[in-house]
């Protein structure tokens, strides 16, 4: 299994070069199920959670023609075509391994009249059911079953337009009904949708194929059906948990990054935060430059949010740089109830955290030292290899398979802007 090693204490000089996102990339391969014209999808980011959504798809019939991209950074571009497609069982093996995999409920019901996958099972960072995807395709007509471990999706006569009342804002479950809703015969109306921008992105996609929403980005999404999607190209949005994390990088580790080919307004909760915490943030037109020169970070205390509130995916970084700031910060995790893995790991490099319930509370040190550690899951790992960039000695950061299903080609991005870092394989 790899490792990464990293030698603390080089600050950071240079530009990183922003992947897309993948969370929008999984669902808009997904959507590819929609139609029998071919999808492309260019600035796809070479992660192994995205090849392993294109094994699925294949699995379906969907014929896969993948064109990797040259340069750091530049996204490869895949043509998706589901001209027929092929079974309706996404088995308990492959969604146990991603549970993004579950997206394939909503559009394989639509199109084939029947779906039957596989529930995700528990997860590292919290139980994290589905009955709001059930619940919601329930309401555009579907009949929902749950037998030895299969959640079973049926409308033989395809799907109809409702109102939709998501009692908590959840992203996956938005977007599986979102995708579902595009075909549904009639309105559908999602209320409390999720407004993150891999939502606006999917939505987009599906109106570039034909579909006919509105509200996009807001809590109320209108979508009304049409008989048939086409085929259409569409570039992956940035990756705003890569920006955030690199973001935090140059934070941590100090020096003046320009993080190119993204956006301030995809990550403003957390640019607010950094300029808290004394780094000077900008927008450079072709992405944003971070500077932090001098004195330690200052404390500043968060809780996660929905969008455009501080993500969850962004909370395990933002301790690692809380460790080494100058007081203390509450950094409370609104979103899941087991998100705390990484604070043991942060522990070992010398932090001071304390859990209460929901809130960690961490007092800056002055220096961390480096250690072995393990990565639990994948944001908790980047958070790791950014104690170690700010540790003194090496930092040996184990199980890097689960930043490889995030974060592309992290160790080359980071090398060349100055951090000694490498992987090391066995
Ligand atoms: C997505 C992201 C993940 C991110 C999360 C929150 C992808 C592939 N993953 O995950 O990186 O951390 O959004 O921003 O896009 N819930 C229910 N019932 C459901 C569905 C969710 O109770 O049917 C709960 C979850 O347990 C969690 C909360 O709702 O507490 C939010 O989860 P959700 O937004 O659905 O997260 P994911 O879509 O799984």
Not at 191 to 198: F, L
């Amino acid at each position: 299994m790899d490792k990464i090693s990293i030698k603390g204490g080089a600050r950071l000089y240079g530009q990183i070069p922003i992947s897309g996102a993948k969370n929008a990339a999984l669902p808009l391969m997904v959507a590819s199920l929609l139609t029998d014209e071919p999808l492309i999808l260019t600035n796809v980011p070479k992660l192994a959670d995205v090849v392993f959504m294109a094994e699925l798809l294949k699995s379906f019939g969907v014929n896969v023609e993948w064109t990797p991209g040259q340069k750091l950074g530049e996204g490869g571009t895949y043509r998706l075509q589901a001209n027929r497609v092929r079974g309706s069982t996404a088995e308990y093996d492959i969604v146990r391994k991603m549970r993004a995999s579950f997206f394939v409920l909503g559009p394989l019901v639509v199109r084939v009249g029947l779906a039957k996958v596989s529930l995700p099972g528990g997860c590292a960072i919290g139980a994290r059911p589905v009955d709001l995807h059930l619940k919601g395709l329930q309401a555009l007509g579907a009949a929902i079953d749950v037998a030895e471990g299969y959640v079973i999706a049926d409308a033989p006569a395809g799907l109809a337009g409702g109102e939709v009342v998501f009692p908590m804002v959840s992203v996956g479950a938005t977007e599986n009904v979102l995708m579902a809703a595009c075909l549904a015969q009639g309105r559908s109306v999602l209320v409390n949708a999720a407004g993150e921008p891999e939502i606006v992105d999917l939505g987009n996609c599906r109106m570039a194929m034909g579909a006919k929403i509105s509200g996009l980005g807001t809590s109320r999404i209108v979508v009304d059906g049409v008989s048939k999607l086409h085929g259409a190209s569409h570039a992956v949005l940035p990756d705003r948990i890569e920006t955030g994390t690199y973001a935090m990088a140059v934070a941590i580790a100090g020096g003046e990054v320009e993080l190119t080919g993204t956006t301030p307004d995809l990550v403003s909760s957390l640019l607010e935060l950094l300029v808290l915490i004394g780094a000077e943030v900008s927008s450079t037109g072709t992405g944003i430059k971070v500077v932090r020169n001098g004195s330690r970070p200052k404390s500043v205390s968060v809780d996660t949010a929905p969008f455009p509130g501080f993500p969850t995916d962004l909370q395990a970084q933002f301790m690692a740089l809380m460790a080494t700031a100058e007081g203390t910060s509450r950094i409370r995790e609104t979103i899941f109830e087991n998100r705390f893995m990484h604070v043991p790991e942060l522990v070992r490099v010398g932090a001071d955290i304390k859990v209460e319930g929901d809130t960690a509370i961490v007092t800056g040190v002055g220096r961390l030292h480096g250690a072995p550690v393990m990565a639990t899951d994948l944001r908790a790992s980047s958070s790791l290899v950014l104690a170690g960039l700010a540790a003194e000695g090496e930092t040996i950061v184990n199980r890097v398979y689960h930043l490889d299903r995030g974060f592309e080609r992290l160790e080359e991005k980071l090398r060349a802007v100055g951090a000694n870092i490498e992987r090391q394989s066995e």
